[in-house]
């Protein structure tokens, strides 16, 4: 199951609350970032790029409970930069799920055996590993060879401890869909709770900008790696809503809901969402008053939303959707249960 029932369960009651409340705008997952340092320069990342000054910070993990108390979402997934090089980043994963947040911990793996000490298995915990490809294609992505053998040391000895781990696989254009499709096998067999997946997104400051989907290339790329799924009989644990699914294959079509995953990060709350940077600001009150919101999504006719289908704006819509009747849940859980 790539959601846990609890985890479904709190969300979907916090999304009727807010319904109820006839809040409009309301956060899903919080994504906080509590530095940008990293120990790999992958090609595609648009983070390691910041001055040094802007490297060199860290938050705090008063600030990260104030900041995720501010907004209220009933998930946050930290990621960065690697977090596992923050020298608090026990207590701020910690102090969240007592919290009673659901923690998404994403790490390149390379330092997580080293570190598993520091945590405790819950399921408000969940190490997401990054993992885009079979050994070679990984360590050629993340521009260093081991990387791949050491992240796959790493979720076995989570999983052996009992910690839940799920993989984020970012697409790039050009990648092989039966290689994706041997990468989901290899992830399902290593026994992984769940996996996410999600189109690049050509970051500006990013060195490598060739390869980067565009909206027709990631629908057909995505049809045809679930046809293979498919065609092998496999039962990919996927950690998102089937509707998201079915948007990045083109089978329905969803506007941005950028407020659904704000950021957060040493440089405060960004507008409109961690991919564009259009300004920081100090509290998430100022961030959902402030943010023009009209100004981003595909019918904005901003061109920096054209083809952007990653998952920070697009979950979120999917996730209301599946809220919207009552054979649209019954699928979600179905979905989660399968
Ligand atoms: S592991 Fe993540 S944060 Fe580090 S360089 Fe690669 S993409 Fe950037
Ligand atoms: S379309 Fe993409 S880039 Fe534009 S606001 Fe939404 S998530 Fe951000």
Same mark, same amino acid.
């Given at each position: 199951?790539?959601?846990?029932?609890?985890?479904?369960?709190?969300?979907?009651?916090?999304?009727?609350?807010?319904?109820?409340?006839?809040?409009?705008?309301?956060?899903?997952?919080?994504?906080?970032?509590?530095?940008?340092?990293?120990?790999?320069?992958? %090609?595609?990342?648009?983070?390691?790029?910041?001055?040094?000054?802007?490297?060199?910070?860290?938050?705090?993990?008063?600030?990260?409970?104030?900041?995720?108390?501010?907004?209220?979402?009933?998930?946050?997934?930290?990621?960065?930069?690697?977090?596992?090089?923050?020298?608090?980043?026990?207590?701020?994963?910690?102090?969240?799920?007592?919290?009673?947040?659901?923690?998404?911990?994403?790490?390149? %793996?390379?330092?997580?055996?080293?570190?598993?000490?520091?945590?405790?298995?819950?399921?408000?915990?969940?190490?997401?590993?990054?993992?885009?490809?079979?050994?070679?294609?990984?360590?050629?992505?993340?521009?260093?060879?081991?990387?791949?053998?050491?992240?796959?040391?790493?979720?076995?000895?989570?999983?052996?401890?009992?910690?839940?781990?799920?993989?984020?696989?970012?697409?790039?254009?050009?990648?092989?869909?039966?290689?994706?499709a041997d990468l989901f096998d290899f992830l399902?067999?290593?026994?992984?709770?769940?996996?996410?997946?999600?189109?690049?997104?050509?970051?500006?400051?990013?060195?490598?900008? %060739?390869?980067?989907?565009?909206?027709?290339?990631?629908?057909?790329?995505?049809?045809?790696?679930?046809?293979?799924?498919?065609?092998?009989?496999?039962?990919?644990?996927?950690?998102?809503?089937?509707?998201?699914?079915?948007?990045?294959?083109?089978?329905?079509?969803?506007?941005?809901?950028? $407020?659904?995953?704000?950021?957060?990060?040493?440089?405060?709350?960004?507008?409109?969402?961690?991919?564009?940077?259009?300004?920081?600001?100090?509290?998430?009150?100022?961030?959902?008053?402030?943010?023009? $919101?009209?100004?981003?999504?595909?019918?904005?006719?901003?061109?920096?939303?054209?083809?952007?289908?990653?998952?920070?704006?697009?979950?979120?819509? %999917?996730?209301?959707?599946?809220?919207?009747?009552?054979?649209?849940?019954?699928?979600?859980?179905?979905?989660?249960?399968?």
């Amino acid at each position: 199951m790539g959601v846990p029932m609890k985890q479904m369960a709190k969300v979907g009651a916090y999304i009727f609350k807010q319904k109820f409340k006839g809040n409009r705008r309301f956060p899903l997952v919080m994504m906080l970032e509590p530095l940008f340092r990293c120990n790999l320069a992958c %090609a595609g990342c648009g983070k390691i790029q910041h001055p040094e000054a802007i490297l060199k910070k860290n938050l705090d993990p008063e600030d990260c409970f104030r900041a995720a108390e501010e907004c209220g979402a009933p998930i946050v997934s930290i990621a960065g930069g690697e977090p596992l090089i923050h020298p608090e980043i026990d207590q701020i994963a910690n102090g969240l799920v007592f919290r009673k947040k659901f923690v998404y911990l994403c790490t390149n %793996a390379i330092l997580l055996e080293r570190n598993l000490h520091r945590f405790t298995p819950s399921t408000y915990l969940t190490f997401s590993v990054h993992m885009d490809g079979l050994e070679k294609r990984h360590d050629e992505l993340v521009c260093k060879e081991g990387v791949f053998k050491k992240a796959v040391s790493g979720i076995k000895l989570a999983k052996k401890k009992g910690f839940r781990v799920t993989t984020n696989t970012t697409v790039f254009d050009g990648e092989n869909p039966e290689e994706l499709a041997d990468l989901f096998d290899f992830l399902t067999d290593l026994g992984v709770d769940g996996m996410m997946v999600s189109p690049g997104y050509s970051y500006e400051k990013a060195p490598d900008q %060739a390869h980067f989907l565009k909206r027709e290339k990631t629908h057909n790329l995505f049809k045809e790696i679930m046809a293979i799924g498919k065609k092998r009989n496999r039962k990919w644990p996927f950690n998102h809503s089937p509707f998201f699914l079915d948007f990045l294959q083109g089978k329905t079509d969803y506007e941005c809901t950028p $407020w659904g995953n704000p950021n957060y990060s040493v440089l405060g709350w960004q507008k409109p969402c961690y991919l564009l940077g259009d300004g920081y600001v100090p509290t998430f009150g100022q961030l959902m008053e402030e943010t023009v $919101w009209e100004n981003y999504g595909r019918a904005s006719g901003n061109p920096k939303c054209q083809d952007c289908m990653v998952h920070c704006g697009y979950e979120p819509s %999917a996730v209301q959707d599946s809220t919207r009747n009552l054979s649209n849940t019954i699928r979600s859980i179905r979905s989660a249960l399968a």
